[in-house]
Nanobody, 128 residues
Framework: QLQLVESGGGLVQPGGSLRLSCAAS????????IGWFRQAPGKEREGVSC??????????NYVDSVKGRFTISGDNAKNTVYLQMNNLKPEDTAIYYC???????????????????WGQGTQVTVSS
């Protein structure tokens, strides 16, 4: 069974850090580009970051609002992709999802409908 499982969410104060994990089972993550999305209450799902497969160069992309604060990376040995989030702000509060794109490259990566598999999400709350 193909599955993505996110973990690492939680409650953090503004300026704090969290590292989200996206673990795959049933398939090899490196055969896909992996995106992170987030959805806040009443808002549309937003693309946060994407990493292409390492065999395709491992290039990374970020939405402007997280550039310089978030870092996406992959560990092929663990079949896991991470999203390191630093200097968190209240506006980062959302459910965070990872998704796999069979294309391997982060083409039009911010469009949710392009992805083939999704995790169940993990809640991130930034509040004092």
């Amino acid at each position: 069974q193909l599955q993505l499982v996110e973990s690492g969410g939680g409650l953090v104060q503004p300026g704090g850090s969290l590292r989200l994990s996206c673990a795959a089972s049933g398939f090899t993550l490196d055969n896909y580009a992996i995106g992170w999305f987030r959805q806040a209450p009443g808002k549309e799902r937003e693309g946060v970051s994407c990493i292409s497969s390492s065999s395709s160069g491992g290039s990374t992309n970020y939405v402007d609002s997280v550039k310089g604060r978030f870092t996406i990376s992959g560990d092929n040995a663990k079949n896991t992709v991470y999203l390191q989030m630093n200097n968190l702000k209240p506006e980062d509060t959302a459910i965070y999802y990872c998704a796999a794109l069979r294309l391997k490259f982060c083409v039009l990566w911010g469009t949710p409908g392009r992805y083939d598999y999704w995790g169940q999400g993990t809640q991130v709350t930034v509040s004092s």
